[in-house]
């Protein structure tokens, strides 16, 4: 039974390969990153008698912000540029849950390979009496 239990676990441990290097080709598509989010704020502008201000309007801007390291970083972007950092911070976030999926599966890989070299050990042991630990 444990023949076939060590070919199972073999198995799967290819299997685990597989769907590794299928998240690993997905990771190696990305060419550019941007961490964080945009966001618009309306500032006062200063101007007493300014109608934007005065009717609450105010003065748009759109910035974006990030996380670094602990650190915050809030930064003004130009116009022209807003749609491609939204898609690129949007890539950004489909890249980690990708990183995540590839770390839980290699995490699975070692586990399954410990698993494997307990039983391998265990049946060669089997075969050997003279390495029981236990007499
Ligand atoms: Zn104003």
């Given amino acids: 039974m444990q023949a076939k239990n060590i070919k199972n ?5 290819r299997e685990l390969d597989k769907q590794i290097e299928k998240l690993t080709d997905k990771l190696l598509l990305f060419d550019q ?6 966001a618009t704020i309306k500032t006062k502008c200063g101007v007493k008698v300014c109608r934007r ?7 748009p801007h759109t910035r974006i912000s990030w996380t670094e ?3 915050g970083y809030t930064r ?16 950004y976030r489909e890249f980690k849950v990708i ?4 770390k839980k599966l ?7 390979v410990d698993s ?19 007499k």
């Fill in 9 to 13: 676990k073999k198995k799967s441990i």
């Fill in 53 to 59: 201000c005065l009717s609450g309007k105010m003065h």
């Fill in 116 to 134: 494997l070299e307990n039983l391998l050990l265990i049946e060669t042991r089997k075969l050997k009496p003279f390495l029981w630990t236990k």
């Fill in 106 to 112: 290699e995490l699975k890989k070692k586990k399954m």
């Fill in 76 to 91: 003004k972007i130009p116009e022209d540029e807003i749609e491609w950092f939204k898609s690129t911070s949007q890539k």
């Fill in 33 to 38: 990153l941007a961490r964080g989010s945009v």
């Fill in 69 to 71: 390291n602990g650190k």
């Fill in 99 to 102: 990183r995540r999926d590839l």
